[in-house]
Every structure is written in structure tokens, then in C-alpha cells.
């Protein structure tokens, strides 16, 4: 490495991250972390109850469903990652998937251009839900209390309502809201709209969340699934009873990987965050980052540079599992990372359009052929992380897609519905509303699930869970998992300022280094620029919900987002 990289680290952040003296939460025997203080006390609650935490997470879920309906759900999509006392790992893939109806050219006009916002906006946007059915699954097979009791808390907070703070009552001042009469009854009190301090009652949805207590079945086989499907037809909508009788859950092999001696496992295919995740740090394990200095420009500067890369793949290769053959494990290869870590300038940012993939593999080019270019969906997500006492973890992160989804609530029925059919391509080679382009392989089809970059993620140290990691962030969610991951590894921060700590990502395209300018100082984003950088000074981003078990005794520190109104907790 040349003389000059080493000036780069001259240029260490100035700023702090948040007030000093933050501290993540501490206990000894279990820990839940959400973006919601009643959704975390409901995971709490049922801990203390004697559930695990399976049990805890889908109080969690369920909860978040009422307190959070920006992005907690009944009718979007998620996923389920599970590592058991006993070290079996599972992942549970519920994403949505595209009715029978659907077609590939749905959102095109007579012209064959995009149709604004139909993607997007209103009843063709739904795809048929999976978060019921994902969370119902995970409790049969490992939850260990009754599924009403597990749905309690939500149902009290439903029913009973929630005080908004000032935050919540703003956000559901969404203005597309409001273009659906039930929703705009529901989150706008048809048009007197709620202020901070009042109570937010949802009597529709407790009702519905106790058929799905008594019966969930009944949410995809029975009445409240011709009832779903007669409130999305009759606003023109796709999806039918038989589409709600089809959907299944997947379970599938997590992702496992290693960094700087400790072990990674992630989300497989189709999400493409653990895949990025893991070929970003591979290439990062052939840096001293510590040596370079936490946020300095060279550490930032080589970090950015994996992600590039790691991007790149992810938009040549990457692809619904069920629809197309994915390289996973050369793109995995600690020799391919090595030969990508030879291809980065110590001194100058690489130019994204004139990337080359260095010659060491012959990767699959067929898979490349029919692979999606990946846009990320929108930032509108969530992740909650619980470890209870038996040292069961679990890590989730679910979506509607957009904030609010669809923007449609089910008539009737009390609850919002996704727009996740927007993450298909609309127009092969069309640029999305990022700009990205998407290929054949994330064309629409029945049935099919669409991409995704949510990541949850565990980390074991000595074989021992040690981190559980998520965000939401669209795109962005790959990279905070992973700049999370780096602080504690590679700076031996504690959990919570390392979720506190500033963040940057880079995506291949566009080629920009998206920062948290206000946390670096002037001289670090000054000497990026000199680098070649075009920097994206952004606000803040994501919202890490994260746990770190001590090696030493087991006691466990949650940490919620600085940025965010969450709250970690435990016992």
C-alpha cells in the first residue's frame, strides 16, 4: 500500500455521533429491539410470559402492525431468519407474490411506456400477502405459546388505541392516504386528521387480528379471505380467493460466511442482501481498516470500494432462486474477493460505468443473461431483533414496500395492503424511480416473488451468537447491516454506537457516495472529493434494531436507532 493512503487517515471524523454517553440497553437474560416502544414491550411481555423468542417476535410483528402501519403489517411481506439454543439455523422466506392475473406488460399503456404510478398507487399495485401466513408458520413450528396470547398486546393496542407522538401523527398525513376512502377514514378521520397526544384507535383491525387469533387459517382459506379478495377486486384489483389459497412459505437455506473470525448468516436468494453483505466483507478482509482510523477517508474510502463491487454482482447476477440459477457460491469465494481487491486504486475512487470483474472465475454468464439489474425497493421497511433467555435468536425484517403500501386498507378488515408488485420490472431496460435499470428476470409472472435487499442478519463468535443485525433501506439496508458489522469487528465499539455511528453507502449505480455529511467532518468529505468521490450529502437513513450478546457472560446490550423513536428492551 502506498505512502500517500496513510495522509488519508489524517482526515479521522470530528463530529460525535449523537450525545455522549449514549449507551445501548442492558440485561441478562433476553433483549428485544424495535422501531416501536409498545411493539418492543409486547416482545418483552411475552418473554416474561415464558415464550421464546419466536414467540416474542410475532408479538412484535403483530404489534407493529397497529403502532408502526407505515411498514408494520398484515398484508406485505417478509422474511425470518432463526438461530435455535440448540444451533439450528432457519430462514423463512414470506414475501409477496404476483396474483394468477398478472402479466407482464399490467403496468404499460397501448404505447408500451410505464403507467405513472400504477405500480405504485391503489389496487393493481397488491400482490398477494405473506406476513399472516410467515408469522403463523414460524409460531406452529416454533413457538411455544398459544397464537392468541402471542397476539394479545396487539390486539389490546387496536382496540384500546395508542397515543401518537408528534412523528406518527405527521407521517400519517400522507396525502395519498387520503385518495382511499376507508384509508382515508381510518389514518385521516375524513380529513379532521390526528394530532400528537391523541388517541389512535383502530376497532376494525382488533377485530380482524382476533379472527386471525382464533383462526388464521381463515385469513387465506376461509371467510375473511373472500372477503379480502371481494375489497381488492371491487377497487380493480388482482388478487382472488384462489391467490390467498396458493400462497406457501419457503423455508430456505441461510447464507453462512466468515469475517475477521467470525461467522456470518444471512439472507439467501431472493433477497440479495446477504450475497452483497458477505462479498463486500470478503473483499474488506485483505484491509487493516483499524489502522486506517474509524471514518477516516482511506477506511471509507476502501469500504465504499467493496461495496462498489459487491453492487456490481449484485446487479448482474443476482435473481429470484425459483426463477433462475444464482452463482452464490463463486460469488462468495474468499479467491474472487481477492482478485476484486486487486482491481482497487489505495488512492482514487474507481469510475462504477468502466468496472471490469476481475478474470479469476468463469461465473455462471447463462444466469447472468436472464439476472435482474436490482433496484432497490423503496426505504419503507422494518427489522426487529429478540434473544431470549434459552439463547433462541431471530431476526426479521418486513415490508409493505412503500410507506403505507398501496395506500389501501382492506374494507372492512382495518388493515393496509402493499405495493410490492412495483418491485418487478414494469419495462425491461426502462429505468426505475431511482433510475435503475431491470432485466427479464424480474419481469412479472404469476406467482412469482419479487427481489429484495433485506438483510437480517446473526453473527456467532466461537460458534456462540454474538450480533443480531437489520435495517430497513431499501438498498441502503445492505450496507448499514454493514457498517454496523465493521465498527464492532474491526473497532470494537459497543452495539449501540455502532448503530449510532455515521453512515455511507455506495451502490455501483448510480455512481455516488451517499453520505451522512453532518456526521463527517469537512476535511474527511473534502479529501473523498479529492479521491474522485461525487458525493450524495443525504440526511439520515435506516433504522438498526440490533443486539450484541457479551462473550465474556452472556448479558445482552440492545440497541435501537439513535435516528429513530425505538426503543430496545429487556429482562
Known amino acids: 500500500m ?49 415464550g421464546n423468542a419466536v414467540d416474542a417476535a410475532n408479538a412484535v410483528g403483530f404489534a407493529l402492525a397497529v403502532v408502526h402501519p407505515a411498514a408494520g403489517n398484515l398484508g406485505g411481506g417478509g422474511f425470518l431468519l432463526l438461530r435455535t439454543a440448540t444451533g439450528e439455523l432457519h430462514f423463512l422466506d414470506y414475501r409477496e407474490k404476483a396474483p394468477a392475473a398478472a402479466s407482464a406488460n399490467m403496468y404499460l399503456d397501448a404505447h408500451g411506456n410505464p403507467i405513472a404510478n400504477a405500480s405504485v398507487l391503489g389496487y393493481k399495485a397488491i400482490g398477494v400477502p405473506g406476513s399472516v401466513a410467515g408469522m403463523v408458520y414460524a ?28 412523528d406518527e401523527a405527521d407521517m400519517m398525513l400522507d396525502h395519498e392516504l387520503g385518495s382511499f376512502p376507508e384509508s382515508s377514514r381510518i389514518f385521516h378521520c375524513r380529513g379532521s386528521y390526528y ?55 419457503v423455508e430456505r437455506t441461510p447464507l453462512r460466511g466468515t469475517y475477521r473470525g467470525l461467522e456470518i448468516i444471512s439472507a439467501p436468494p431472493p433477497s440479495s442482501g446477504g450475497v452483497a453483505l458477505m462479498e463486500a466483507l470478503s473483499i474488506l478482509e485483505g484491509y487493516d481498516l483499524r489502522a486506517l482510523g474509524r471514518n477516516s477517508a482511506a ?47 489505495p488512492n482514487r475512487a474507481s469510475a462504477s460505468a468502466a468496472l471490469k470483474r476481475p478474470p479469476f472465475a468463469e461465473l455462471d454468464r447463462e444466469a447472468a443473461l436472464h439476472a435482474p ?11 426487529y431483533s429478540v434473544v431470549d433467555a434459552e439463547g433462541n435468536v431471530v431476526a426479521v425484517t418486513t415490508t409493505l414496500n412503500d410507506s403505507f403500501g398501496s395506500r389501501v386498507t382492506a374494507e372492512g ?42 438483510t437480517p442478519t446473526i453473527v456467532l463468535r466461537e460458534g456462540k451468537p454474538f450480533l443480531v443485525l437489520g435495517s430497513p433501506g431499501g438498498a441502503t439496508i445492505i450496507t ?25 453507502h455506495q451502490q455501483w449505480m448510480p455512481d455516488e457516495l451517499r453520505v451522512e455529511s453532518w456526521q463527517f467532518s469537512p476535511d474527511t468529505l473534502s479529501l473523498l472529493e479529492q479521491m474522485g468521490y461525487k458525493l450524495n450529502r443525504a440526511a439520515s437513513w435506516g433504522d438498526a434494531e440490533c443486539i450484541m450478546i457479551d462473550p465474556r457472560n452472556g448479558d445482552r446490550w440492545g440497541a435501537s436507532d439513535a435516528r429513530n423513536g425505538g426503543k430496545a428492551l429487556g429482562y
Not at 426 to 448: C, D, E, S
Request: avoid cysteine; glycine fraction near 8%; hydrophobic fraction near 45%.
Open 2 to 50: 502506498r505512502q500517500s493512503v496513510f495522509i488519508l487517515v489524517l482526515a479521522l471524523v470530528t463530529v460525535p455521533a449523537f450525545a455522549s454517553g449514549f449507551k445501548p440497553e442492558h440485561a441478562e437474560h433476553a433483549m428485544v429491539t424495535s422501531v416501536h416502544e409498545q411493539a418492543t414491550i409486547a416482545g418483552i411481555e411475552i418473554l416474561k410470559q415464558g
Open 139 to 166: 409460531q406452529k413450528k416454533w413457538g411455544k405459546l398459544p397464537l392468541a396470547k402471542v397476539m394479545a398486546s396487539a390486539i389490546k393496542l387496536a382496540r384500546d388505541g395508542v397515543v401518537l407522538t408528534y
Open 195 to 249: 394530532r400528537q397526544g391523541e388517541l389512535f384507535k383502530q376497532p376494525e383491525l382488533a377485530r380482524t387480528l382476533e379472527r386471525i387469533a382464533q383462526n388464521p387459517d381463515d385469513f387465506y382459506h376461509g371467510a375473511m379471505a373472500r372477503e379480502l379478495a371481494a375489497a381488492i377486486q371491487k377497487g380493480g384489483g388482482l388478487v382472488t380467493e384462489r391467490d390467498l389459497a396458493a400462497y406457501n412459505v
Open 299 to 345: 477506511e471509507v474510502h476502501f469500504v465504499a470500494e467493496a461495496y462498489r463491487r459487491a453492487f456490481f454482482d449484485r446487479a448482474e447476477f443476482l435473481g429470484d432462486p425459483d426463477f433462475a440459477q444464482i452463482p452464490v457460491a463463486q460469488l462468495l469465494d474468499k479467491k474472487y474477493a481477492a482478485a476484486w481487491r486487486e482491481t482497487i486504486d
Open 373 to 383: 439489474y436490482i433496484g432497490p425497493e423503496p426505504e419503507h421497511t422494518t427489522h
Open 413 to 454: 378488515l382495518g388493515f393496509l395492503l402493499n405495493d410490492e408488485m412495483d418491485d418487478f420490472a414494469t419495462k425491461p431496460g426502462t429505468p426505475n424511480m431511482y433510475g435503475l435499470v431491470q432485466g427479464q428476470a424480474n419481469v412479472i409472472a404469476p406467482g412469482k416473488r419479487p427481489l429484495s435487499s433485506m
Open 480 to 504: 448499514t447491516v454493514a457498517n454496523v458489522l465493521i465498527n464492532v469487528a474491526d473497532f470494537g465499539t459497543d452495539i449501540q454506537r455502532a448503530v449510532n455511528a455515521p453512515r455511507f
